[in-house]
């Protein structure tokens, strides 16, 4: 059977960057099994021919109506699908999904009748506000980082811009490249409606969220994007863990360093 990727060169090679993200998310050791989720908008690679694609799947519900979705299309991790296995073979372990017209259900377009992340409708949620925003933003990664979510476990670093400014200081890169810094969500049951209604009052201010002792949730405006955030911050809590281990407590850049470089290049905080 044809690709939905065969003669669609840009579809196709979103979908090489998500296979390539994952691959990067697996070797890290942060998608462990078949952990964390990955959801790209691919609207906008829709040709007429795919927009007329019959469905491979039934009908299946969200389970949330999301008006700002309808007619989108978008490639999603498959549930229960290992990272390291998209890495290799991204059609066979994820799929694309059409949203239908009453913006409440959706049906798989293709390559196969994979289903997707039983995250799917917090992922989905975020992705309609963006739209909704007028966000240029197309991808959602959830993940497990390690050092991150290991800070996550000391209750000092959970208030408000604390594990930012933390993690800010570590190293210059971060500020610049993670230049909202990091929300926090309290811990709340994997997949609820309350976790994903937490992480989307926290995406109102940050890019990448921490969910406390599970993961972390990053939006960007494609999925290298969304993961290079993520990666950054990890660094800087390695640097933060790694200076723990010798013995001390790092001393980080100033507020007044902060401060210049903010300056300097131009950022929002």
């Given at each position: 059977?044809?690709?939905?990727?065969?003669?669609?060169?840009?579809?196709?090679?979103?979908?090489?960057?998500?296979?390539?993200?994952?691959?990067?998310?697996?070797?890290?050791?942060?998608?462990?099994?078949?952990?964390?989720?990955?959801?790209?908008?691919?609207?906008?690679?829709?040709?007429?021919?795919?927009?007329?694609?019959?469905?491979?799947?039934?009908?299946?519900?969200?389970?949330?109506?999301?008006?700002?979705?309808?007619?989108?299309?978008?490639?999603?991790?498959?549930?229960?699908?290992?990272?390291?296995?998209?890495?290799?073979?991204?059609?066979?372990?994820?799929?694309?999904?059409?949203?239908?017209?009453?913006?409440?259900?959706?049906?798989?377009?293709?390559?196969?009748?994979?289903?997707?992340?039983?995250?799917?409708?917090?992922?989905?949620?975020?992705?309609?506000?963006?739209?909704?925003?007028?966000?240029?933003?197309?991808?959602?990664?959830?993940?497990?980082?390690?050092?991150?979510?290991?800070?996550?476990?000391?209750?000092?670093?959970?208030?408000?811009?604390?594990?930012?400014?933390?993690?800010?200081?570590?190293?210059?890169?971060?500020?610049?490249?993670?230049?909202?810094?990091?929300?926090?969500?309290?811990?709340?049951?994997?997949?609820?409606?309350?976790?994903?209604?937490?992480t989307l009052r926290e995406?109102e201010d940050y890019d990448?969220?921490?969910?406390?002792?599970?993961?972390?949730?990053?939006?960007?405006?494609?999925?290298?994007?969304?993961?290079?955030?993520?990666?950054?911050?990890?660094?800087?809590?390695?640097?933060?863990?790694?200076?723990?281990?010798?013995?001390?407590?790092?001393?980080?850049?100033?507020?007044?360093?902060?401060?210049?470089?903010?300056?300097?290049?131009?950022?929002?905080?």
């Amino acid at each position: 059977m044809k690709s939905i990727l065969e003669g669609r060169p840009a579809l196709s090679s979103e979908v090489e960057k998500i296979a390539e993200v994952a691959g990067y998310l697996w070797q890290n050791g942060w998608a462990e099994r078949n952990g964390g989720n990955i959801t790209v908008n691919v609207t906008e690679y829709a040709d007429e021919e795919m927009k007329a694609m019959p469905a491979i799947s039934d009908v299946k519900q969200i389970g949330v109506t999301l008006p700002a979705l309808k007619g989108c299309y978008f490639y999603c991790k498959g549930t229960g699908k290992r990272m390291r296995d998209l890495a290799r073979r991204p059609m066979e372990n994820g799929s694309i999904i059409r949203i239908l017209d009453d913006c409440a259900s959706y049906v798989i377009i293709a390559d196969n009748e994979v289903m997707p992340t039983s995250e799917l409708p917090s992922h989905l949620t975020v992705h309609a506000h963006l739209i909704e925003t007028g966000s240029p933003y197309k991808a959602t990664v959830h993940t497990h980082p390690i050092e991150l979510v290991a800070m996550s476990h000391n209750r000092k670093f959970l208030a408000k811009d604390v594990l930012t400014n933390i993690l800010w200081s570590m190293i210059p890169e971060t500020k610049a490249f993670c230049p909202l810094g990091l929300g926090v969500v309290p811990y709340e049951l994997p997949g609820s409606n309350t976790l994903a209604d937490a992480t989307l009052r926290e995406l109102e201010d940050y890019d990448v969220v921490l969910w406390e002792k599970h993961g972390v949730f990053a939006k960007g405006l494609d999925v290298m994007d969304a993961f290079d955030q993520i990666d950054v911050l990890s660094k800087s809590a390695k640097i933060y863990i790694s200076s723990k281990c010798m013995g001390f407590e790092p001393e980080g850049m100033s507020q007044e360093q902060m401060a210049e470089m903010s300056k300097a290049f131009n950022l929002p905080k």
